[in-house]
C-alpha cells in the first residue's frame, strides 16, 4: 500500500516496536501530527520545550537499554533540542531524533523556521540524515536505530523536509539492513583477552575500574561474577553506578573528583588495573602524568578510540564488555595460576585501612539540613529500589556518593556534558517507561529552574515523580569553587528571588511541600512516597556553605586529596 | 611527523564536512586536503596530509574510521608510497633571459610550459611537495605572478592498495 511520507514515519515507529515519541509540534511536522493522530501503537508524549524532549526520551533510554525517540519541528525545534543531543552523544545513549525541515525546494534560502539541522547536530551525532526522497525514508529510519543501538551507542538525527512527509510511496518494513562502511565488533580478540587474564592473575595490588560501557553494553552481571570470583576491589565512575553492588564489601565506591578516599587511593597504588566500559575521563584521572604510576593497565572498550586517548593501556581489547567478560570468566575458572592469596589479603588490609577514613562522614548533628542527610534518607525510604535522575552540581555528587545503587539502570544523570535541566525530564522518561516503579529527581534550586515548565508534562500525564530539591540559595558547585579557588568572591553564584516552589508546584497541581528541619527530612520523604499517584515538589531548606568532599583539585593526583 | 592519510569514503552530501569537522573540532593539524571521484561512483576518495605524534596520529586515524561515511582508510607513511602535487605557476617573462631560464628550470624539473604570452608563462609542475617547493626556490621571487597548488594526493607502492 502506499504511504506518505508522515505515516511511513508513525508506521515505521510502530514496526521497530517503538512505544513513546517524546516531542513538540510545529509547522514542518504537521504532516507527521496528523499522521499520530487516531493511531495508539505509538504514544507521543507533549513536553513543553524540545530540550526537555531529549532529556526525557534519554530517561527512557538510560532506564530501560532501548533507544529513546524524539520529535521536532525544524529551525527553532531543532536547535532546542541540540542540548538534549550533544547530552546523548557525551553519554553514549541509543536515541534517534526526527527534526523537520523546510520543504526541499527550500533548503538554502534562508525559509521561515529554516536552519541546516544536519550541520548543527554533525559534531554531536554519532550520524545524521537527511532524507531528499521518500523512497529513501524506511530505509533511512531502518539505518538510523541500527547505528543508535549498536556498537558504541549514540543519537542519530533524521532530518525529513515536510515535502518528503506528503510525498507517497509503497511501505515495506527494511527488515535487514547493512552499512559497508560500519560494523562493530562483535567479539573481542582472544589472544588480547588470553593477555589481559594472565595479567589479571599476576596481579598483586589489583584494582577494576567500570564506567558506563558496563552499564549500556549489559554487562553487569558479567561483572559482579568476575569481581565476586576474583575477590578484587571495585570502582564504579559516575556514569558506572550500579553495575556493581554499591552495598557489597568489594565495593570502594565512586572514583574520581569527589571519590571516596579508598577508591583513589586504590586506584593510585594498584600495579594492575582493569578498566572496563570507561573512558578515563578528565574528572577521573585527574592529572594524567600521575595517573595510577605504579599501574600496568587493561582496557575493554567497544571504541577503539577510547583506548590510548588519554591514558596509554599495555593490554587493549576491543570488544563488547559482556562477551569480553564472559570470555574472561570461562578462562579465569579453566586458569591453573590462582592470584596470591597473601598478596591480595595484604593489598585488602591497606584498603581497609583506608576505608577506615569514612571519608564520606559529615556533622549531621545540628539543626540545619545536611544536604548528605537527605539522600541519605531518600536511600532509606526508597530501600535504595528508586530510579533516581539527577541534574548537575553539588546534589548530583551527593546524590552519586550517598545513594547506593545496588542494579544497574536507575541512576540517570548527565555525567559527560554535565547539563542543567537534565533531572526532571529524564525522571519523566523513566516514570514512562516504569509507570510502578519510584523515580525521584535529586536536583538544586538552580537546575530546576531550567526545565521547570515540564511540571506542566507531569501533570498532563499523571506522572508521580517525587522532585527532591536540595536548596541551598547557592549555585552550589559554582560557589564551592569560588570559596576554594577565588577567595570566596561569590560571582554570580547566588540565587536571588527564589519561586516560592511550594506554590509553583500547586499551581501546577502538584503537592508542595518545604522542609526546614532534620527531623521533618524522614516523615515528609515518607508521607510523598505514600502519594503514589501525585508529583510531589519537595523543598529541603539545606545548609547554605556545606561542600561536596572528598574533592581533588584541577591538576592534581588520585593521591592529593581534599577530604575536609 | 608528517603523515599522508588516504581514505575512501561513501560518495555523499556532507562526507567531506564530516571529516573537515572532525578535525577543527578535534584541534587536528591539515595541512592539505585533496578529494575527488573513484572508478566507483558511490565512492570518493581523500588525501590529508597532517602532522602529530604517534599518539596523535592514531587518534586522527581511529576518530576517522568512526566516521560512518569512512568505508576504509590507510596511512600512505606506513609504507613505501609515490606522492604527486600538481602546481600550476604564472611567471613573468618579459624578455629572452627569463624566458631561457624558466624554460630551462621547467626541462630540469620535468615541468611543461603550457600557456605562453607576450609576457608571462604557465608552468605545470607534478611532483613532490618537496620539488614543487625546490621549484618555487629555485625562481626569481618577484617573477611570480601567481602559483596554485593542489595538494597531495597519493598511493600506496606494488602491490598494496586501498580498495574495497
Redesign the interface.
Known amino acids: 500500500m502506499e504511504l506518505t511520507g508522515a505515516e511511513i514515519v508513525v508506521r515505521y515507529l510502530k514496526d521497530e516496536g517503538v512505544k513513546f515519541v517524546f516531542g513538540y509540534p510545529g509547522g514542518a511536522v504537521l504532516h507527521i501530527y496528523d499522521a499520530l493522530y487516531n493511531q495508539e501503537d505509538v504514544e507521543h508524549v507533549l513536553v513543553r520545550h524540545e530540550q526537555a524532549a531529549t532529556h526525557a526520551a534519554d530517561g527512557y533510554a538510560r532506564s530501560t537499554g532501548k533507544p529513546g525517540v524524539v520529535l521536532v519541528t525544524s529551525g527553532p525545534g531543532a536547535t532546542n533540542a541540540v542540548t538534549g543531543i550533544a547530552t546523548a552523544y557525551m553519554d553514549s545513549i541509543p536515541m534517534v531524533v526526527i527534526t523537520g525541515q523546510v520543504p526541499t525546494a527550500l533548503i538554502g534560502n534562508d525559509a521561515f523556521q529554516e536552519v541546516d539541522s544536519v550541520g548543527i547536530t554533525r559534531p554531536c551525532v554519532k550520524h545524521n540524515f537527511l532524507v531528499k526522497d521518500v523512497a529513501d525514508l524506511a530505509e533511512t529510519l531502518k539505518k538510523a536505530f541500527y547505528i543508535a543501538t549498536t556498537g558504541r551507542p549514540g543519537p542519530v538525527v533524521v532530518d525529513i523536509p515536510k515535502d518528503v512527509t506528503a510525498d507517497k510511496v509503497e511501505y515495506v518494513y527494511p527488515k535487514k539492513v547493512s552499512i559497508r562502511s560500519y560494523n562493530p565488533v562483535v567479539k573481542g580478540h582472544l589472544g588480547q583477552i588470553k593477555k589481559a587474564v594472565a595479567l589479571i592473575q599476576q596481579a598483586r595490588r589489583p584494582m577494576i575500574y567500570t564506567g558506563g560501557g558496563v552499564i549500556l553494553g549489559r554487562g553487569a552481571e558479567s561483572l559482579t561474577a568476575m569481581t565476586r570470583m576474583l575477590n578484587y576491589p571495585i570502582t564504579n565512575t559516575l556514569m558506572g553506578l550500579g553495575a556493581y553492588p554499591a552495598t557489597d564489601r568489594q565495593f570502594l565506591g565512586m572514583l574520581g573528583m569527589h571519590g571516596t578516599y579508598e577508591a583513589n587511593m586504590a586506584m593510585h597504588h594498584c600495579d594492575v588495573l582493569i578498566a572496563i566500559g570507561a573512558r578515563f575521563d578528565d574528572r577521573v584521572t585527574g592529572n594524567v602524568e600521575k595517573f595510577c604510576p605504579h599501574a600496568q593497565i587493561i582496557h575493554v572498550d567497544i571504541d577503539p578510540s577510547s583506548i590510548s586517548k588519554n591514558v596509554k593501556v599495555d593490554v587493549p581489547i576491543v570488544g563488547p564488555v559482556d562477551n569480553v567478560l564472559k570470555s574472561m570468566l570461562k578462562l579465569l575458572k579453566e586458569g591453573k595460576v590462582k592470584p596470591d592469596q597473601a598478596a591480595l589479603g595484604a593489598w585488602w588490609k591497606q584498603i581497609e585501612e583506608w576505608r577506615a577514613t569514612e571519608c564520606l562522614k559529615y556533622d549531621g548533628s545540628g539543626d540545619i539540613i545536611k544536604p548528605q542527610y537527605v539522600v541519605e534518607s531518600l536511600y532509606q525510604v526508597t530501600n535504595g529500589d528508586a530510579f533516581v535522575s539527577s541534574d548537575v552540581g553539588q546534589h548530583q555528587m551527593w546524590a552519586a556518593q550517598y545513594y547506593k545503587f545496588n542494579k544497574p539502570y536507575r541512576w540517570l544523570n548527565s555525567g559527560g556534558l554535565g547539563t542543567m535541566g537534565f533531572g526532571l525530564p529524564a525522571a519523566m522518561g523513566a516514570q514512562m517507561a516504569h509507570p510502578d516503579e519510584t523515580v525521584a529527581c535529586i536536583t538544586g534550586e538552580g537546575s530546576i529552574q531550567m526545565c521547570i515548565q515540564e511540571l506542566a508534562t507531569c501533570r498532563q500525564y499523571g506522572l508521580p515523580i517525587k522532585i527532591i530539591c536540595l536548596n541551598n540559595r547557592y549555585l552550589g558547585m559554582v560557589r564551592q569553587w569560588q570559596e576554594f579557588f577565588y577567595q570566596g568572591r561569590y560571582s554570580m553564584s547566588y540565587m536571588d528571588s527564589l519561586p516560592d516552589f511550594v506554590k509553583l508546584a500547586e499551581s501546577y497541581g502538584h503537592v508542595g511541600m518545604k522542609i526546614e528541619r532534620p527531623g521533618d527530612v524522614v516523615p515528609a520523604l515518607e508521607e510523598a512516597m505514600k502519594l503514589k499517584d501525585r508529583t510531589v515538589f519537595m523543598d529541603f531548606i539545606t545548609d547554605r556553605e556545606e561542600n561536596v568532599y572528598p574533592m581533588i583539585p584541577a591538576g592534581a593526583g588520585l593521591n592529593e586529596m581534599i577530604l575536609v | 611527523m608528517r603523515h599522508i592519510l588516504s581514505i575512501l569514503?561513501?560518495n555523499e552530501?556532507?562526507a567531506l564536512?564530516?571529516v573537515a569537522?572532525l578535525f577543527s573540532?578535534r584541534g587536528y593539524n591539515i595541512e592539505s586536503l585533496t578529494v575527488g571521484p573513484t572508478e566507483d561512483p558511490s565512492l570518493s576518495r581523500m588525501t590529508i596530509v597532517t602532522r602529530g605524534s604517534e599518539?596523535i596520529i592514531?587518534?586522527i586515524t581511529?576518530?576517522l574510521?568512526?566516521l560512518?561515511?569512512?568505508?576504509?582508510l590507510l596511512d600512505l607513511c606506513e609504507g613505501r608510497h609515490i606522492e604527486r602535487e600538481l602546481m600550476l605557476i604564472k611567471l613573468r617573462a618579459v624578455n629572452n633571459e627569463a624566458r631561457e631560464e624558466f624554460k630551462r628550470l621547467a626541462e630540469i624539473f620535468s615541468g611543461r610550459i603550457v600557456d605562453v604570452t607576450e609576457e608571462l608563462y604557465t608552468i605545470e609542475l607534478a611532483d613532490t611537495s618537496e620539488r614543487i617547493e625546490a621549484f618555487i626556490g629555485a625562481v626569481d621571487k618577484k617573477a611570480i605572478i601567481e602559483a596554485v597548488r593542489s595538494g597531495v594526493t597519493g598511493i600506496s607502492h606494488g602491490d598494496k592498495s586501498l580498495t574495497?
Do not use: T
Request: glycine content about 10%; charged content about 40%; cysteine-free.
Open positions: 569514503m561513501e552530501a556532507g564536512s564530516r569537522g573540532a599518539e592514531e587518534q581511529k576518530q574510521n568512526k560512518i561515511d569512512v568505508v576504509k574495497l
